[in-house]
């Protein structure tokens, strides 16, 4: 176990840390106009941080104990494929979220 020194010193510079970055776009940038060039990889947030969200869940799924299994993996495919070949992120989920109940319900 981590004594509390550490863990609050950790949680602080972390705190800290995020504060930071969040102030360095509010604070110190504020009203004025963004470069084009920051603007082009601002674009590309969501999609980078949504997968590495998702990702541990489908191959590392605590429901499983850590074993990749079927339905998640299918379920994943299903919202990828949607989601890139018709473009609509709201049917992309709800059919991942179908495909996932189907496949928890037939696996079980």
């Known amino acids: 176990m981590i004594d ?15 504060f930071g970055l969040r102030f360095v776009f509010t604070g110190l940038i504020g009203n ?5 060039w920051l603007l082009r990889h601002l674009r590309y947030t969501a999609v980078a941080v949504l ?7 489908v191959v ?11 339905p998640r993996l299918i379920a994943a495919l299903v919202t990828l494929v949607t989601g890139y070949f018709l473009k609509n ?8 979220a179908l495909t ?3 496949g928890l319900a037939l696996w079980d």
């Open 4 to 18: 509390k020194t550490s863990l609050w010193t950790v949680i602080v510079l972390l705190g800290l840390g995020s």
């Open 32 to 36: 004025r106009p963004l470069p084009i």
């Open 51 to 57: 997968p590495g969200l998702v990702a541990p869940l």
């Open 60 to 70: 590392w799924p605590a429901a499983t104990g850590g074993a990749l299994d079927a």
């Open 89 to 96: 992120v709201i049917l992309a989920i709800v059919l991942g």
């Open 100 to 102: 996932l109940y189907g």
